[in-house]
Nanobody, 122 residues
Framework: QVRLVESGGGSVQAGGSLKLSCAGS????????MGWFRQAPGKEREGVAS???????IYADSVKGRFTIAKDNTKNTLYLQMNSLKPEDTGMFYC????????????????WGQGTQVTVSS
């Protein structure tokens, strides 16, 4: 049974940093495509970053140069380093996994965590 558990969210001021983690079990991250998604209140879930099994990464234009997605295969854990945070980054952050090649579309992923809240104040 695939299980994803996010952590690391919190409240920060604009310009600050946070590092999110997503601990996985029931599967091997080595063989999966992983993604981070963000959902602000009243808005649709949007893709922030993804990393394929071969390590190739994709970023949304809104976070390029500020966010870095990475994974530790030995710990079966996905990370999202977020720097220079802006108030518009506020939302619930979810990690997701799929056995197939995927990008930033939520419908491409079939396993999801419960989310971790990120709040950025101005």
């Amino acid at each position: 049974q695939v299980r994803l558990v996010e952590s690391g969210g919190g409240s920060v001021q604009a310009g600050g940093s946070l590092k999110l983690s997503c601990a996985g079990s029931g599967y091997s991250i080595v063989n999966y495509c992983m993604g981070w998604f963000r959902q602000a209140p009243g808005k649709e879930r949007e893709g922030v970053a993804s990393i394929a099994s071969d390590g190739i990464t994709i970023y949304a234009d809104s976070v390029k140069g500020r966010f870095t997605i990475a994974k530790d295969n030995t710990k079966n854990t996905l990370y999202l380093q977020m720097n220079s945070l802006k108030p518009e980054d506020t939302g619930m952050f979810y990690c997701a996994a799929t056995q197939w090649l995927a990008g930033l579309e939520a419908g491409q992923y079939n396993y999801w965590g419960q989310g971790t809240q990120v709040t950025v104040s101005s």
